[in-house]
């Protein structure tokens, strides 16, 4: 899919107008972009420190970071791979269950889904007209309530059989889900409730104004209003879990967004697509790899005490 979108993409624009635009882009503010790209990570690493304390594991703020940026690398390569990877990393190098870590995972998820929420009311408030026909137009809500209620009713025949089963497989997953659901609740035992909120909202503030900021490295698009920013932010988002890393997706998606709502021409709509992917996918190509390499090196006094 990443590969078709990636051939589709620049089917649509030529490589020499591409590297144009590479070239006359202003790097000023595409390195801001990164910066600010940085932040979230390192938050979103110190963050995760919070989530643990309650469950009695003080981890290391470094294995946290590179267990981060190794996440984001990872799912290039397989999707949602990333997460069953950092929560194996601190397995590995802190002695955390995999369950329990996994759990704050799904947790933090959770709490990003809500500050996503919170940024799509926004945008509504902003672009309601536009976006509710496109809704209506694309999607037929009968179809998705009719879906959504088979999968309500499976999932409740699959919990009953699991309560009342006492086979092995059952006690697994009994064992498993209540790992998950103590690293998810661990939100609710915090003693740093606040120090949570407070990065969960700068995490976010600074992939938005990551966004915005990185749309002033092209003159054709540095005026557009802070609307179009939001939407395009929204949909590039939502494109990264479409192909392994936005591969592809991400650039599309800010085209569909810049030039069907906002008439923005399609070759600076798609360079800056192509701009904001490659410079923070250099980021986590660099961490990420780094990250991966120094784990073992980081760790290797716990590794001689093992031995």
Request: no cysteine.
């Amino acid at each position: 899919m990443g590969v078709f979108l990636v051939w589709y993409s620049l089917s649509q624009i030529s490589i020499e107008q591409l590297v144009k635009y590479f070239k006359k882009a202003d790097y000023t503010y595409i390195f801001f972009g990164m910066f600010f790209g940085l932040l979230s990570h390192l938050s979103r690493a110190y963050r995760w420190q919070f989530q643990l304390e309650p469950m009695g594991y003080n981890i290391k703020l470094g294995n946290s970071i590179m267990a981060v940026f190794a996440t984001y690398l990872i799912n290039y390569t397989i999707p949602r791979a990333g997460e069953v990877a950092r929560a194996s990393i601190l397995t590995n190098y802190e002695g955390v269950p995999f369950e329990k870590g996994f759990g704050t995972i799904v947790a933090e998820r959770i709490a990003d889904m809500i500050v996503m929420l919170g940024i799509i009311t926004v945008t509504l408030f902003l672009q309601f007209d536009f976006i509710y026909g496109f809704l209506v137009e694309k999607f037929d809500p009968l179809k998705i309530g009719i879906a959504l209620l088979g999968l309500t009713v499976l999932i409740l025949f699959f919990l009953r059989f699991i309560k009342i089963s006492n086979s092995k497989i059952a006690l697994k997953i009994k064992g498993f889900v209540g790992g998950l659901i103590e690293g998810a609740l661990s939100i609710f035992k915090m003693k740093k409730k606040w120090a949570f909120i407070f990065h969960t909202l700068f995490i976010w503030a600074m992939y938005v104004l990551m966004f915005y900021i990185t749309t002033y490295s092209l003159q054709e698009i540095s005026d557009i209003p802070f609307s179009a920013i939001l939407i395009g932010f929204i949909a590039a988002s939502f494109s990264i879990a479409a192909t392994n890393g936005g591969i592809g997706s991400y650039p599309e998606a800010i085209v569909l967004v810049f030039t069907s709502l906002f008439f923005i021409p399609e070759d600076p709509s798609r360079a800056f697509g192509w701009i904001i992917w490659s410079s923070q996918t250099l980021l986590i190509v660099i961490f990420g790899g780094l990250s991966l390499l120094y784990l073992p090196i980081f760790n290797r006094n716990k590794n001689l005490k093992d031995n």
